[in-house]
Nanobody, 122 residues
Framework: QVHLVESGGGLVQPGGSLGLSCAAS????????MAWYRQAPGKQRELVAS???????NYAGSVKGRFTISRDNAKNSVYLQMNSLRPEDTAVYYC????????????????WGQGTQVTVSS
């Protein structure tokens, strides 16, 4: 079994910064794709940023220039540094990853974290 656990959410003022972390644990053989999604009240879940093995990144247009995604392969972790935060960034942020286990090395499965609340308000 694989588990993803997010941390770092909280309350921050507009213009402030916040860093999110996600650590994967379990019988992990390989992690291909890792990403951050978010869902605001009354809105659809949306992709915020993604990163693949090798370091290629992708960002939603609304966060380009403000957010930075990175990963530490040795720690099976992914990070999201959020700067210049706006009230519209308020949402539950979810970690997502495609992972193969030692028990099934030929198949990638998709996993989700439980989410962490980010609130941007004055």
């Amino acid at each position: 079994q694989v588990h993803l656990v997010e941390s770092g959410g909280g309350l921050v003022q507009p213009g402030g910064s916040l860093g999110l972390s996600c650590a994967a644990s379990g019988s992990i053989f390989s992690i291909n794709y890792m990403a951050w999604y978010r869902q605001a009240p009354g809105k659809q879940r949306e992709l915020v940023a993604s990163i693949v093995t090798g370091g290629t990144t992708n960002y939603a247009g609304s966060v380009k220039g403000r957010f930075t995604i990175s990963r530490d392969n040795a720690k099976n972790s992914v990070y999201l540094q959020m700067n210049s935060l706006r009230p519209e960034d308020t949402a539950v942020y979810y970690c997502n990853a495609d992972i193969t286990t030692h028990q099934a090395t030929g198949t990638f499965y998709n996993y989700w974290g439980q989410g962490t609340q980010v609130t941007v308000s004055s």
